[in-house]
């Protein structure tokens, strides 16, 4: 079974950076697919950023320019830099691999304040 481990969440103050680890039990190799999604109070998961094929990265227009999506071997970087109150939400690992199973991490909690 596919895990992902999320860490990094916190309370920043606006403005502010803070980078989301994202650990999976197997190499990311083994996704078609890996990245973040957030969910807000009474809002929907929304897509933050995820791998595509070839190596390529999609962003959600709201964080474009702010926050960067890298990765080694087993592991994908969530940085975040200008941290704006409305960036709030619970923050989660996904990946699909080549069987088009779905895994979601258990979420990481960041707070940006104003």
């Known amino acids: 079974q596919v895990q992902l481990v999320e860490s990094g969440g916190g309370l920043v103050h606006s403005g502010g950076s803070l980078t989301l680890p994202c650990t999976a039990s197997?190499?990311?190799?083994?996704?078609?697919?890996i990245g973040w999604y957030r969910q807000a109070p009474g809002n929907e998961r929304d897509l933050v950023a995820r791998?595509?094929?070839?190596?390529g990265t999609i962003y959600a227009d709201s964080i474009q320019g702010r926050f960067t999506l890298s990765r080694d071997m087993n592991t994908v970087y969530l940085q975040m830099t200008a941290l704006k109150p409305e960036d709030t939400a619970v923050y989660y690992c996904?990946?699909?691999?080549?069987?088009?199973?779905?895994?979601w991490g258990q979420g990481t909690q960041v707070t940006v304040s104003s």
């Open positions: 996904y990946a699909r691999d080549f069987y088009n199973r779905e895994y």
């Open positions: 197997e190499s990311i190799a083994s996704f078609v697919t």
């Open positions: 791998t595509t094929g070839g190596g």
